[in-house]
């Protein structure tokens, strides 16, 4: 991380990155398949923790309250701690346009996986699919809030935030009721 903030992702080699690690390049290459996964390491264990999460949630509780749920256990357990961390690796994969694409396509894994493990709780298709991609979406919005902010706010907060959001742009008629009875 610090050599991709120090020189730039593109003129990073695995050799530098070996080197200043401690590591042969051999030893970098059991690890990572290229560079770039040094970024991306913990897109499987994120993908598995959210599944597992939808999986495990009670039975008869609505799909977006299982996403909601699912977001903010993943926050609180994933994210918990790392904010400098999480704000230097998005502002590197922010620089490179092959990093943004890549990022987009563990998005696009991640809500295939969720709207998979919806419909195994059930879920039928176009629910299951808009539900997932409306999750990542929440998550989108609140990681990027969540590490251009000043990390006060917690991950798992700003979740629960853009889920009232999206409820808002979805029921506006509960903020009326709200603003009628307060």
């Known amino acids: 991380m610090e050599l991709y ?3 730039g992702f593109d003129a990073t080699t695995v050799a530098e990155i070996a080197e200043r690690a401690g590591l042969t ?14 970024l991306f390491a913990g897109a499987t264990e ?4 959210l599944v597992r999460q939808v999986d495990q949630a009670p039975a ?5 309250d299982v996403i909601g749920a699912a977001l903010t256990a993943m926050a609180t357990e994933m994210f918990a701690e790392g904010h400098d961390y999480a704000r230097q690796r998005q502002a590197i994969i922010m620089a490179n346009a092959d990093l943004r694409e890549r990022e987009l396509i563990k998005f696009a894994a991640l809500g295939a996986a969720v709207a998979e ?8 298709d176009p629910a299951a699919s808009l ?7 929440i998550f989108k919005v609140a990681f990027e809030r969540w590490v251009s902010d000043t ?9 629960l935030d853009s889920m009232a959001e999206l409820r808002l742009v979805t029921h506006p ?4 009721s709200d603003e009628s009875s307060g």
């Open 5 to 7: 903030a120090e020189r």
């Open 25 to 38: 390049e051999r030893t970098f290459f059991r690890h990572y398949a290229d560079k770039r996964e040094v």
């Open 46 to 49: 994120l993908q598995e923790l």
């Open 60 to 64: 008869g509780m609505p799909a977006m």
């Open 117 to 124: 493990s919806l419909r195994r709780r059930g879920v039928t």
């Open 131 to 137: 539900a997932a991609e409306a999750g990542i979406a």
């Open 151 to 159: 990390g006060q706010r917690s991950l798992a907060q700003l979740m």
């Open 173 to 176: 008629e509960e903020l009326a």
